[in-house]
């Protein structure tokens, strides 16, 4: 049978899993050409890579380390 831990451990997995596949899902819309921020060209590797890309590599090391800053904060 299982106890408590069991059941909050099985449930995090799953919340886990779906934050995961949440994040995996590609964008629909097409890659820029040109970064949001800075303007600078986006390179070709990338917007293959990923599509729906709107920033330079720079830039979006730097919404991600705000982003994580501010959710610090709140």
Known sequence: MADLMDIAQERQALILDAQIANARKSSVMPSAF???????PIPEAR???????ETCVTCQHLREAKRRHYAVQA
């Open 34 to 40: 040109k970064c949001e921020d800075c303007d600078a």
């Open 47 to 53: 917007r293959i890579a990923l599509l729906g890309v």
